[in-house]
């Protein structure tokens, strides 16, 4: 069999992750095994180990790259409000809610996390990774604070650890 090209690597690897996240948002993620991702994207069982460990492996990229997208856009907020730290959070905010509403993949994975996955067995391993990006998301969010207060758009008195927390719990539900 002639080896694969690494742009064919790259679409297999995309279409076991759209595939996974069309199976894991119709069935569940418990429920769903790399067998029937497979199946359903015509590839063998190796090609999903070729690109992934096992199933938490791959439900946690599916994550990953859903936050990814975040953290893009914080580069691009900053470069178009230098100075205003507080339309950069504003904006953020605003993408997520929307997004979550316009954007299908969105709804999907938040579908999942929140209905559709039991994070027990080996997916404790995913919730553990997931609880580090939380916190480096505070930690993010309640610098992006701090630059408010220092520019005087938000009182010297705000508990910015607080409000980092409450502002993330606000959009994915839970503290962490």
């Known amino acids: 069999m002639a080896r694969k090209t690494?742009?064919?690597?790259?679409?297999?690897?995309?279409?076991?992750?759209?595939?996974?996240l069309r199976l894991f948002s119709q069935q569940g993620v418990s429920s769903t095994s790399l067998a029937t991702i497979a199946k359903a994207a015509g590839v063998t069982r190796?090609?999903?180990?070729?690109?992934?460990k096992n199933k938490s492996d791959l439900f946690n990229e599916i994550w990953e790259l859903s936050d990814a997208s975040i953290s893009d856009l914080e580069i691009e907020y900053r470069a178009k409000f230098p100075n205003d730290p507080l339309s950069v959070i504003r904006?953020?905010?605003?993408?997520?809610?929307?997004?979550?509403?316009?954007?299908?993949?969105?709804r999907l994975m938040m579908e999942i996390i929140y209905?559709?996955?039991?994070?027990?067995?080996?997916?404790?391993?995913?919730?553990?990774?997931q609880r580090q990006l939380s916190l480096a998301s505070y930690e993010r969010i309640e610098q992006t604070l701090k630059e408010c207060i220092a520019a005087k758009l938000l009182p010297a008195n705000l508990l910015t650890r607080r409000a980092a927390v409450l502002m993330r719990s606000y959009l994915s539900g839970r503290l962490c």
């Open 115 to 129: 209905h559709k996955c039991e994070f027990v067995g080996e997916m404790t391993v995913v919730q553990q990774a």
């Open 6 to 20: 690494k742009q064919q690597a790259r679409e297999t690897r995309q279409l076991i992750l759209d595939v996974a």
């Open 91 to 106: 904006e953020i905010l605003v993408y997520v809610l929307e997004a979550t509403v316009t954007e299908e993949r969105r």
């Open 46 to 52: 190796g090609a999903i180990y070729w690109h992934f």
